[in-house]
Protein backbone atom coordinates (compact mmCIF):
# COMPACT_ATOMS: atom_id res chain seq x y z
CA UNK A 1 0.00 0.00 0.00
CA UNK A 2 1.29 3.98 -1.09
CA UNK A 3 2.93 5.45 2.45
CA UNK A 4 2.79 9.14 2.80
CA UNK A 5 6.03 10.33 5.54
CA UNK A 6 5.41 12.95 7.39
CA UNK A 7 8.24 14.62 10.25
CA UNK A 8 6.24 14.30 13.10
CA UNK A 9 6.71 17.91 14.63
CA UNK A 10 8.48 21.13 12.82
CA UNK A 11 8.70 24.40 14.86
CA UNK A 12 9.66 28.07 13.84
CA UNK A 13 9.39 31.62 15.11
CA UNK A 14 6.78 33.92 14.42
CA UNK A 15 7.34 35.35 11.34
CA UNK A 16 9.65 32.89 10.01
CA UNK A 17 8.98 30.33 7.04
CA UNK A 18 7.62 27.24 7.63
CA UNK A 19 8.52 24.04 5.46
CA UNK A 20 6.47 20.62 6.32
CA UNK A 21 7.12 17.75 3.84
CA UNK A 22 5.17 14.98 2.40
CA UNK A 23 7.25 12.27 1.41
CA UNK A 24 5.87 9.29 -0.72
CA UNK A 25 7.42 7.15 -3.82
CA UNK A 26 7.17 9.42 -6.83
CA UNK A 27 4.55 11.49 -5.35
CA UNK A 28 5.20 14.12 -7.78
CA UNK A 29 2.92 12.31 -10.20
CA UNK A 30 -0.16 12.65 -8.02
CA UNK A 31 -2.14 14.89 -6.66
CA UNK A 32 -1.47 16.05 -3.24
CA UNK A 33 -3.79 17.86 -0.54
CA UNK A 34 -3.66 19.35 2.24
CA UNK A 35 -5.20 20.08 5.68
CA UNK A 36 -4.76 21.73 8.67
CA UNK A 37 -6.89 20.64 12.16
CA UNK A 38 -6.54 22.54 15.25
CA UNK A 39 -7.26 20.93 18.83
CA UNK A 40 -10.76 19.68 18.62
CA UNK A 41 -11.62 20.82 15.99
CA UNK A 42 -12.76 19.27 12.01
CA UNK A 43 -9.78 19.45 9.40
CA UNK A 44 -9.28 22.63 6.89
CA UNK A 45 -8.52 22.13 3.17
CA UNK A 46 -6.09 24.32 3.14
CA UNK A 47 -3.83 23.22 -0.33
CA UNK A 48 -5.36 20.98 -2.88
CA UNK A 49 -4.11 19.44 -6.16
CA UNK A 50 -0.38 20.41 -5.59
CA UNK A 51 -0.71 24.11 -4.94
CA UNK A 52 -3.95 25.87 -5.09
CA UNK A 53 -5.59 27.54 -2.37
CA UNK A 54 -8.82 27.33 -1.67
CA UNK A 55 -11.05 31.06 -0.95
CA UNK A 56 -10.60 32.28 2.78
CA UNK A 57 -6.92 30.57 3.11
CA UNK A 58 -4.14 33.42 3.37
CA UNK A 59 -1.54 33.62 0.87
CA UNK A 60 0.99 33.02 3.21
CA UNK A 61 -0.26 28.91 2.64
CA UNK A 62 1.15 27.29 -0.77
CA UNK A 63 2.03 24.00 -1.77
CA UNK A 64 4.97 22.31 -4.23
CA UNK A 65 5.07 18.86 -5.27
CA UNK A 66 8.12 17.20 -7.35
CA UNK A 67 9.59 13.96 -7.39
CA UNK A 68 9.93 11.85 -4.29
CA UNK A 69 8.33 14.99 -1.93
CA UNK A 70 5.34 17.37 -1.54
CA UNK A 71 5.92 20.47 0.42
CA UNK A 72 3.53 22.88 2.50
CA UNK A 73 5.12 26.50 2.82
CA UNK A 74 3.82 28.80 5.31
CA UNK A 75 5.62 32.20 5.30
CA UNK A 76 5.09 34.60 8.29
CA UNK A 77 4.24 32.44 10.23
CA UNK A 78 1.67 33.66 13.01
CA UNK A 79 0.55 32.15 16.25
CA UNK A 80 -2.40 31.31 14.49
CA UNK A 81 -0.86 28.82 12.11
CA UNK A 82 -0.38 26.18 15.27
CA UNK A 83 -2.05 23.10 14.48
CA UNK A 84 -1.11 19.78 12.86
CA UNK A 85 -0.96 19.41 9.21
CA UNK A 86 -1.66 16.38 7.06
CA UNK A 87 -1.28 15.46 3.35
CA UNK A 88 -3.15 13.18 1.70
CA UNK A 89 -3.30 11.45 -1.93
CA UNK A 90 -5.39 8.82 -3.59
CA UNK A 91 -3.56 5.85 -4.61
CA UNK A 92 -4.99 5.23 -7.74
CA UNK A 93 -3.16 1.16 -8.07
CA UNK A 94 -5.61 0.39 -5.38
CA UNK A 95 -8.12 3.07 -5.12
CA UNK A 96 -7.94 3.99 -1.56
CA UNK A 97 -7.06 7.13 -0.01
CA UNK A 98 -4.21 7.81 1.93
CA UNK A 99 -3.38 10.46 4.94
CA UNK A 100 0.24 11.07 6.04
CA UNK A 101 0.63 10.64 9.54
CA UNK A 102 0.45 14.46 10.23
CA UNK A 103 3.04 16.73 11.26
CA UNK A 104 2.35 19.48 14.45
CA UNK A 105 3.58 22.30 13.79
CA UNK A 106 4.96 24.70 17.08
CA UNK A 107 4.88 28.43 16.81
CA UNK A 108 7.94 29.47 18.85
CA UNK B 1 -24.25 27.58 3.94
CA UNK B 2 -22.45 23.86 3.40
CA UNK B 3 -23.37 22.13 6.82
CA UNK B 4 -22.58 18.27 7.26
CA UNK B 5 -24.02 17.01 11.05
CA UNK B 6 -22.88 13.13 11.96
CA UNK B 7 -24.88 11.08 14.61
CA UNK B 8 -25.14 7.63 15.59
CA UNK B 9 -21.38 7.17 17.50
CA UNK B 10 -21.61 5.99 20.87
CA UNK B 11 -19.95 3.24 23.25
CA UNK B 12 -20.40 -0.18 21.56
CA UNK B 13 -18.93 -3.82 22.69
CA UNK B 14 -16.58 -5.63 20.61
CA UNK B 15 -18.51 -7.36 17.89
CA UNK B 16 -21.48 -4.77 18.43
CA UNK B 17 -22.56 -2.92 15.16
CA UNK B 18 -23.41 0.94 14.51
CA UNK B 19 -24.94 3.01 12.06
CA UNK B 20 -23.79 6.68 11.48
CA UNK B 21 -25.26 9.20 9.58
CA UNK B 22 -24.58 12.29 7.91
CA UNK B 23 -27.36 14.66 7.32
CA UNK B 24 -26.09 17.26 4.55
CA UNK B 25 -27.59 20.69 3.83
CA UNK B 26 -26.18 24.41 1.91
CA UNK B 27 -25.33 22.22 -1.29
CA UNK B 28 -27.07 19.55 -4.15
CA UNK B 29 -26.05 16.95 -2.20
CA UNK B 30 -26.81 14.42 -4.89
CA UNK B 31 -24.47 15.95 -7.01
CA UNK B 32 -20.57 15.18 -4.96
CA UNK B 33 -19.22 12.08 -4.28
CA UNK B 34 -18.80 11.69 0.11
CA UNK B 35 -16.55 10.43 2.37
CA UNK B 36 -15.90 8.74 5.71
CA UNK B 37 -12.25 9.70 7.44
CA UNK B 38 -11.81 8.62 11.24
CA UNK B 39 -9.41 9.73 14.08
CA UNK B 40 -8.43 7.53 16.56
CA UNK B 41 -8.08 9.73 20.15
CA UNK B 42 -4.51 11.43 19.52
CA UNK B 43 -3.66 9.59 16.54
CA UNK B 44 -4.10 10.91 12.85
CA UNK B 45 -6.46 10.89 10.11
CA UNK B 46 -7.46 7.99 8.52
CA UNK B 47 -9.75 7.85 5.55
CA UNK B 48 -12.32 4.76 5.85
CA UNK B 49 -14.62 4.86 2.46
CA UNK B 50 -15.54 6.87 -0.47
CA UNK B 51 -18.92 6.59 -2.45
CA UNK B 52 -19.75 8.75 -5.60
CA UNK B 53 -22.75 10.89 -5.97
CA UNK B 54 -25.08 7.86 -7.81
CA UNK B 55 -23.48 5.07 -5.29
CA UNK B 56 -21.97 3.94 -8.58
CA UNK B 57 -18.64 3.53 -6.89
CA UNK B 58 -17.57 2.48 -3.77
CA UNK B 59 -14.29 2.11 -2.15
CA UNK B 60 -13.21 0.83 1.28
CA UNK B 61 -9.83 0.92 3.76
CA UNK B 62 -8.45 -2.55 3.98
CA UNK B 63 -9.03 -2.19 7.23
CA UNK B 64 -12.50 -1.99 7.26
CA UNK B 65 -13.23 -4.01 4.18
CA UNK B 66 -16.08 -6.58 5.09
CA UNK B 67 -17.11 -5.16 8.17
CA UNK B 68 -18.20 -1.58 7.17
CA UNK B 69 -21.06 -0.61 4.42
CA UNK B 70 -21.16 3.05 3.08
CA UNK B 71 -24.54 3.81 1.65
CA UNK B 72 -26.38 7.17 0.97
CA UNK B 73 -30.17 8.38 0.35
CA UNK B 74 -29.65 11.24 -1.86
CA UNK B 75 -33.40 11.67 -1.67
CA UNK B 76 -32.97 12.17 2.10
CA UNK B 77 -29.64 14.31 1.64
CA UNK B 78 -28.24 11.48 4.13
CA UNK B 79 -24.69 9.78 4.28
CA UNK B 80 -24.40 6.57 6.07
CA UNK B 81 -21.52 4.27 7.63
CA UNK B 82 -23.25 0.93 8.39
CA UNK B 83 -20.29 -0.66 10.88
CA UNK B 84 -20.46 -4.18 11.57
CA UNK B 85 -17.87 -6.64 13.90
CA UNK B 86 -16.59 -4.23 15.26
CA UNK B 87 -13.05 -4.05 17.25
CA UNK B 88 -11.33 -2.00 19.62
CA UNK B 89 -9.03 -0.12 17.26
CA UNK B 90 -12.00 0.88 15.43
CA UNK B 91 -12.59 3.72 18.58
CA UNK B 92 -12.18 7.30 16.99
CA UNK B 93 -14.30 10.03 15.90
CA UNK B 94 -16.19 9.86 12.70
CA UNK B 95 -15.97 12.86 10.30
CA UNK B 96 -18.22 12.90 6.85
CA UNK B 97 -16.72 14.98 4.48
CA UNK B 98 -17.36 16.29 0.87
CA UNK B 99 -15.27 15.75 -1.74
CA UNK B 100 -14.24 19.35 -3.86
CA UNK B 101 -15.36 18.05 -7.31
CA UNK B 102 -19.09 18.41 -8.74
CA UNK B 103 -19.93 15.37 -11.04
CA UNK B 104 -19.06 12.15 -11.46
CA UNK B 105 -16.54 10.65 -9.09
CA UNK B 106 -13.07 12.25 -9.23
CA UNK B 107 -10.86 10.04 -7.80
CA UNK B 108 -8.18 11.78 -5.79
CA UNK B 109 -10.49 14.66 -5.16
CA UNK B 110 -9.95 16.94 -1.56
CA UNK B 111 -12.35 16.91 0.89
CA UNK B 112 -13.67 20.26 0.64
CA UNK B 113 -16.04 20.42 3.30
CA UNK B 114 -15.89 18.55 6.77
CA UNK B 115 -18.23 17.86 9.90
CA UNK B 116 -17.60 18.24 13.66
CA UNK B 117 -17.22 15.00 13.64
CA UNK B 118 -19.48 12.05 15.95
CA UNK B 119 -17.55 9.83 18.33
CA UNK B 120 -17.11 5.82 18.19
CA UNK B 121 -16.16 3.81 21.49
CA UNK B 122 -15.71 0.21 21.19
CA UNK B 123 -14.91 -0.79 24.65
CA UNK B 124 -16.40 -3.71 26.78
Known amino acids: SYVLTQPPSVSVAPGKTARITCGGN??????VHWYQQKPGQAPVLVIYYDSDRPSGIPERFSGSNSGNTATLTISRVEAGDEADYYCQVWDSSSDRGVFGGGTKLTVL | EVQLVESGGGLVKPGGSLRLSCAAS????????MNWVRQAPGKGLEWVSSISSSSSYIYYADSVKGRFTISRDNAKNSLYLQMNSLRAEDTAVYYC?????????????????WGQGTLVTVSS
Open chain 2, 97 to 113: ARDREIGPMVRGAPFDY
Open chain 2, 26 to 33: GFTFSSYS
Open chain 1, 26 to 31: NIGSKS
